[in-house]
């Protein structure tokens, strides 16, 4: 079983819709919640970083984290067709002061339809 | 442009020749990291430089691979005696306590080995 688990995808959907992303993880150390954006032959732009167990909005976008089930979450609101990309949960344990080693998964992609 | 950069963009090269890529972190960034990532998979931790130290390794890293950071600001990647099974977008990214410890990538240089 592989440490971060995301349904690679692809998820179509038609413009203004929400969209709903997860991820699932095993190792209970993890503290450090993020999601990142990947175009096409890009580096991951990070999105959202939440500590810990709860909510995070900004703009469109929301995270969830659920420490207890070991479960995160990325809603998109009124989703544009510029919002198609590869999207990357990445997590961390907190270790020698800095939370650096970025465990990711497999990215979703997503593709919104005018 | 303040980001992360990195250099070439693209390489192409035989198997057994060797490579060397660049990155060059965002000014003041004291921590800088080695992401290699194929296609279909989620970013995978390489290695990771505090300053001018090499503080970790990942067991990805063979010992055909090297990484230098000297004088803590840029660093190198360098692959010797390549093979067919290292052709995959290496990414770099950078980081530093006043910015959150949130993680920079650049927009990688994809390697292909023919």
């Known amino acids: 079983q592989k440490e971060v688990e995301q349904d690679p995808g692809p998820l179509s959907v038609p413009e203004g819709a929400i969209v709903s992303l997860n991820c699932t993880y095993?190792?209970?150390?993890?503290?450090?919640?993020?999601?990142?954006?990947?175009?096409?032959?890009?580096?991951?732009?990070?999105?959202?970083?939440?500590?810990?167990?709860?909510?995070?909005?900004?703009?469109?976008?929301?995270?969830?984290?659920?420490?207890?089930?070991?479960?995160?979450?990325?809603?998109?609101?009124?989703?544009?067709?510029?919002?198609s990309a590869t999207y990357l949960c990445a997590m961390s344990a907190k270790s020698g002061g800095s939370n650096y080693k970025l465990t990711f998964g497999k990215g979703t992609l997503l593709t919104v339809n005018p | 442009?303040?980001?992360?950069?990195?250099?070439?963009?693209?390489?192409?090269?035989?198997?057994?020749?060797?490579?060397?890529?660049?990155?060059?972190?965002i000014s003041e960034h004291n921590r800088l990291?080695?992401?290699?990532?194929?296609?279909?998979?989620?970013?995978?931790?390489?290695?990771?430089?505090?300053?001018?130290?090499?503080?970790?390794?990942?067991?990805?890293?063979?010992?055909?691979?090297?990484?230098?950071?000297?004088?803590?600001?840029?660093s190198t990647l360098e692959i010797q005696r390549t093979e067919q099974g290292d052709s995959a977008m290496y990414l770099c990214a950078s980081s530093s306590r006043t910015a959150g410890e949130k993680l920079f990538f650049g927009s990688g240089t994809q390697l292909s080995v023919l």
Not at chain 1, 48 to 72: C, H, L, P
Request: with cysteine.
């Open chain 1, 26 to 83: 095993s190792n209970s150390a993890f503290q450090y919640f993020m999601w990142y954006r990947q175009y096409s032959r890009k580096g991951p732009e990070l999105l959202m970083y939440t500590y810990s167990s709860g909510n995070k909005e900004d703009g469109r976008f929301t995270a969830q984290v659920d420490k207890s089930s070991k479960y995160i979450s990325l809603f998109i609101r009124d989703s544009q067709p510029s919002d």
């Open chain 2, 33 to 74: 990291y080695w992401y290699r990532q194929t296609l279909g998979q989620g970013p995978e931790f390489l290695t990771y430089f505090q300053n001018e130290a090499q503080l970790e390794k990942s067991r990805l890293l063979s010992d055909r691979f090297s990484a230098e950071r000297p004088k803590g600001s840029f």
């Open chain 2, 1 to 25: 442009d303040t980001g992360v950069s990195q250099n070439p963009r693209h390489k192409i090269t035989k198997r057994g020749q060797n490579v060397t890529f660049r990155c060059d972190p």
